[in-house]
């Protein structure tokens, strides 16, 4: 008899069509068994309360209630209940299929694939589910027994170990299957393997609760073991409540819309069906509505992916998955909903208060996941286009677009208030700051720094006293270092006049004039820059403003151009007396000025000159200076005695009256250009260019029979005195080349002590000049070569018969000709013998060999110094080079160490007896000039020597290299006892 076909749809008609397409084929049965492995240890390993709860909120939607999920652990099993539509024939049939939802697609409608449900597989073999009055069960152990009877599959099943696809047989409950709880439509019951932790479990089931009733709005009530957690919407938020009365609550933002055809047509045919898209982002806050921090953050779609997120808010979004929910499915879908999804974050941003919204703009750093780069971009793209941002002119003006928005990059709000009428698109305080600024940069905000405040405000017309609080603002933040001096160079400043002044640089604050600006007044003097009293600030001074005392007006560049054209004013007919008078008084206060030398004085001819061209009557000065410098076709005058009466000395000096001979300073010259006699030939005459510039001007100007008068003048004042002894100054070279002493350039005498010159240089005139003027006028003190010009007066000096100059003194002139280090020079016709005569250069030769002088006359011979430098400078021969000589044959070789002699006065002087041997001569003859000389010592290769102490003195001094005692050798030659070295 043939077994009755079960009923269609039951568990027992699915089942039997399953083990049937298993018997058919077994390659099907390890394909069904490898894809429940794929989901159960892949893509749905750790999601089984999040699945449970996505169908638990699928039902309460299709229900149209919101619902409830209760978890318990009863008799071993991990029971989950939920409120909603039961589960029916098509649920049924789903939970045994592989990616077959019952469910159909829709806005509230969060299942998709139908493989959630191996999520429990993580927990349990043999889950059931119990839904209205019908329930199922799947059974591990029971679908191994049902595989064990095919014959086909018994060896895969052997092969697999036993390990069977649990969810694609269905089995009826048990009999005694307990109905679902009271108040619920539907449990599922687990019974919890032996190796899962269960208080773990439902640990992490807990710490999920509320990531779960934020992404279900459907949910509105999870209960755990007696603890629940409630959802409850607050018109743009979300509070949710736990089971100790904390309330977590989520700021709210929500956009849906629809899926464009060519979007669609990218979800295969059941996600196609569902056209609409929808997305809430969601931003966790305190209870006074400040932002809280979210860490690792993930897409929700509506559950977690393990798409990573770097954005400060939460966004669950319906966007289209892979089957594991993990991974979104890239896509034209999915563009439009996450660019649907940017466009609703300026409002969510918005909501915040506005010293939180910066902390809304996505951080830099390399992006978790593709999808985060994306939304990173798209978010910038909206928060540049959309308005979020608080306008520092509200309530007048509405939020600002991030790409029209202007943050003051420092930490003033008092500022930002100050410029809110003044910058169009700036942003509120409190957001301002380096920090707001690098927040805001990304979306397109520009920065508003030091320099650019200042930019911003030039020109713009504001009360005194707006400017006084601008500049306390700002004078907070250069003492806070925010702001650089520099960037307020250019800083308005509002004058007395009404004028502004395009920075403080220069401008003078009121402070105690004591009277000085009405006596300026009175001299006409316009441009003085006084700060208006309303609008003045400490601030000002540190931009180089100046309190206006009586040495800063005298400073400022109005006055400084009013004396420059002073004497064209008067040659012109104008009145320069109130200003002649009004400096002089400025002057008796904060002492003088270079440029006040420009200033107009009366010259006793009834012109006027600059201050510098004027000599006080009277003066010093006058009695050494020429007479043809003086008046009006002279470069200096005479100051006007009537006109200078009553007014103070020091105050006529101060501005450049001479009283004496001046003195020009530059410590830092950079050219000749000082108005000094002969400066450009000074400056030429240097090795390198001058450090400074301390010289007396007007030198040139000293009558030439005056000069013994203007020398002690020159010493009597410091300052000139300084000038006068500067080492390598202009006005000691001058001098020495340019004065005269009795007819005679300093630098041609010598001082009348300097003994050791006589012959080489005159002496001094005598002359109540001190020795120290003399010596820094250049007047010679000792020998010395200090450059070309020396070197070729020596040599015109050591040729001029006319001088008595000592042999010894020539030799020293020569050594010290031959040592110095000065560019070459024109040698005279005539040179200086060692005898002291003058001969003409082309008989005279170099002595470069000792040994030479007994051939050579002492009147064709010059020695000094190097030979060779010697023969060098002066074109001379070496005599050496001038001579061929031989000694006469005969002699005795003797070693130096076999004359007894020898060793003692080696030992006397301590050196070593030298090696080697000398020729010994009864009487030694060179013949040399075609004539025989009988000579004590000779060297010809070897050393020649008479048998003589003088010869072979000689002989072993310039062997052993003690040629400068050869005179003492001689001498311990003769008698080798140390009393002759010590007597």
């Not at 018997?23 to 892949?42: I, V």
């Not at 020079?825 to 030479?852: F, K, M, N, Q």
């Not at 080079?881 to 030992?907: I, K, M, Q, S």
Request: charged share 25%; aromatic share 4%.
């Amino acid at each position: 008899m043939t077994a009755p076909s079960p009923e269609p749809g039951s568990a027992e008609a699915l089942r039997a069509a399953v083990l049937r397409a298993w018997a058919e084929s077994p390659t099907r049965f390890t394909e069904d068994a490898n894809a429940e492995e794929d989901l159960r240890r892949g893509g749905y390993r750790d999601r089984l309360f999040v699945e449970l709860a996505q169908n638990a909120a699928d039902a309460a939607a299709q229900a149209g209630t919101p619902g409830t999920l209760r978890v318990s652990f009863v008799d071993g099993e991990l029971r989950v209940a939920n409120t909603g539509a039961p589960i029916d024939d098509a649920g049924i049939a789903a939970l045994a299929s592989l990616r077959a939802s019952a469910k159909r697609p829709g806005a509230d409608s969060v299942g998709r694939f139908g493989v959630g449900f191996a999520a429990v597989l993580a927990v349990t073999d043999a889950p059931r589910v119990v839904s209205g009055d019908r329930g199922v069960a799947f059974s591990a152990r029971r679908t191994q027994d049902a595989v064990a009877e095919l014959a086909g599959v018994r060896e895969q099943l052997a092969a697999r170990a036993g390990d069977v696809p649990v969810l694609r047989l269905l089995w009826e409950p048990e009999p005694d299957e307990t109905p679902v709880p009271q108040g619920f439509d539907t449990e599922i019951r687990l019974p919890v393997r032996s190796d899962v932790d269960v208080p773990a479990l439902l640990a992490e089931i807990e710490a999920g609760v509320r990531d779960v009733l934020l992404a279900l709005p459907w949910l509105r009530t999870v209960e755990i073991g007696g603890a629940g957690w409630s959802r409850v919407p607050d018109g743009d938020a979300v509070e949710i409540t736990g089971p100790d009365g904390a309330v977590e609550r989520w700021l709210t933002r929500a956009v849906s819309g629809e899926f464009t055809p060519e979007a669609l047509a990218t979800l295969g045919v059941e996600g196609s069906a569902g056209r609409c898209w929808n997305c809430v982002w969601a931003l966790p806050v305190d209870a006074g509505g400040a932002l809280l921090p979210l860490a690792d953050e993930v897409l929700h779609a509506p559950t977690p992916t393990d798409e990573r997120l770097s954005l400060p808010a939460r966004l669950i979004a319906t966007v289209p998955v892979d089957p594991s929910r993990r991974r979104i499915a890239a896509g034209a879908a999915v563009t439009e909903v996450l660019a649907g999804a940017a466009t609703a974050y300026p409002a969510l941003a918005a909501a915040l208060p506005p010293a939180q919204r910066p902390s809304m703009v996505p951080g830099g750093g390399f992006p978790l996941s593709e999808v985060d780069a994306s939304m990173r971009g798209l978010v910038l793209g909206a928060l540049a286009r959309e308005p979020w941002l608080p306008s520092a002119r509200a309530p007048r003006d509405g939020d600002l677009t991030g790409s029209e928005a202007s943050v003051l990059g420092l930490a003033s709000g008092e500022l930002a208030d100050l410029l809110a009428e003044v910058v169009p698109g700036l942003v509120a305080a409190p957001l301002c700051g380096p920090e707001t600024l690098r927040r805001l940069g990304p979306p397109g905000a520009s920065g508003l720094g030091g320099a650019a405040v200042v930019e911003a405000v030039t020109g713009i017309d504001r009360p005194p006293s707006w400017w006084r609080e601008l500049y306390t603002a700002l004078g907070a933040l250069v003492d806070a270092r925010e702001v650089a001096v520099d960037e307020l160079a250019a800083l308005p400043v509002p004058l007395r006049d009404g004028r502004t002044l395009p920075g403080p640089r220069g401008a003078l604050l009121a402070g105690e004039l004591s009277g000085l600006a009405e006596v300026l007044a009175e001299a006409e003097v316009v441009g003085l820059r006084l700060v208006h009293p309303d609008s003045a600030h400490p601030l000002l001074e540190r931009l180089g403003a100046r309190q206006a005392d009586t040495g800063d007006l005298l400073d400022t560049p109005a006055l400084a151009e009013a004396v420059e054209r002073s004497v064209s004013d008067a040659l012109s007919g104008m009145d320069v007396r109130p200003l002649v008078d009004a400096l002089l008084r400025m002057v008796s206060q904060a002492g003088g000025r270079e440029w006040l030398g420009a200033l107009a004085l009366p010259a006793r001819d009834g012109g006027w000159r600059p201050a510098r061209e004027l000599v006080l009557p009277g003066s010093a000065l006058l009695d050494v200076l020429d007479p043809g410098a003086l008046g009006e076709d002279g470069p200096l005058d005479v100051l006007d005695e009537a006109g200078a009466r009553g007014l103070p000395v020091e105050a006529l000096t101060a501005v450049g009256v001479l009283d004496g001979f001046a003195v020009v300073t530059d410590e830092e010259p950079t050219e000749p250009g000082h108005d000094l006699p002969e400066e450009r030939e000074w400056w030429q005459a240097r090795a390198t260019p001058p450090a400074r510039v301390l010289a007396v001007r007007d030198l040139d100007l000293v009558a030439d029979d005056a000069w013994p008068s203007a020398l002690r003048l020159l010493a009597a004042s410091p300052s000139t005195r300084r000038a006068l002894t500067e080492p390598g100054g202009h006005t000691g070279w001058w001098i020495s080349r340019y004065a005269l002493l009795d007819g005679d350039a300093p630098r041609d005498l010598r001082l009348a002590t300097a003994n050791d010159l006589a012959g080489l240089y005159d002496a001094v005139p005598a002359r109540e000049v001190g020795e120290d003027v003399l010596r820094a006028a250049g007047v010679r003190t000792a020998l010395a070569v200090e450059d070309a010009e020396d070197a070729a007066d020596l040599l015109d000096r050591l040729a001029d018969p006319d001088r008595p100059i000592p042999p010894g003194l020539a030799i020293r002139v020569h050594a010290a000709l031959a040592l110095a280090e000065v560019e070459p020079v024109d040698v005279p016709g005539s040179v200086r013998a060692l005898d002291g005569s003058v001969i003409p250069a082309d008989r005279a030769v170099v002595l470069d060999e000792p040994w030479l002088t007994a051939v050579w006359p002492a009147d064709r011979l010059v020695a000094g110094g190097p030979p060779e430098r010697l023969a060098e400078l002066l074109d001379l021969p070496l005599a050496g080079e001038e001579t061929e000589a031989e000694p006469d044959g005969g002699g005795e070789a003797v070693r130096w160490a076999e004359l007894g002699a020898v060793a003692l006065v080696a030992d006397l002087l301590g050196f070593g007896v030298p090696d080697g041997r000398v020729i010994v001569h009864e009487v030694l003859t060179v013949r040399a000039h075609g004539l025989a000389y009988e000579v004590p010592w000779w060297v010809a290769g070897e050393p020649h020597a008479e048998d003589s102490p003088a010869g072979l003195g000689r002989a072993l001094a310039w062997t052993a290299g003690r040629w400068a005692e050869r005179h003492l050798v001689v001498a311990l030659l003769e008698e080798p006892e140390p009393m002759t070295l010590l007597g």
